[in-house]
């Protein structure tokens, strides 16, 4: 499952995040801000028209995401 899929309010571990292309300046800047395996992210809401941007929390932190960059975090299961 990826970030963009994931319902409001649930959570779920971060189990990487997905290069599209050689030297993916997104991927790196998802890492950058907390973005890690094995952190737990929660959906927090999603913008009124199209789902985009798409609300998240990781920690204590909020990032507004859009869906395309949402797209590339893949998750697991909170389990």
Do not use: C, Q
């Amino acid at each position: 499952m990826r970030l963009n899929e994931l319902s409001p309010g649930s959570e779920a571990i971060i189990d990487h995040i997905e290069d599209r292309e050689a030297d993916d300046v997104v991927a790196v800047r998802l890492r950058e801000l907390g973005f890690v395996p094995g952190e737990p992210v929660r959906i927090i809401a999603f913008g009124p028209f199209g789902a985009d941007p798409v609300a998240v929390k990781i920690g204590f932190t909020r990032f507004a995401l859009r869906r395309v960059e949402a797209s590339r975090v893949v998750l697991r299961d909170a389990a």
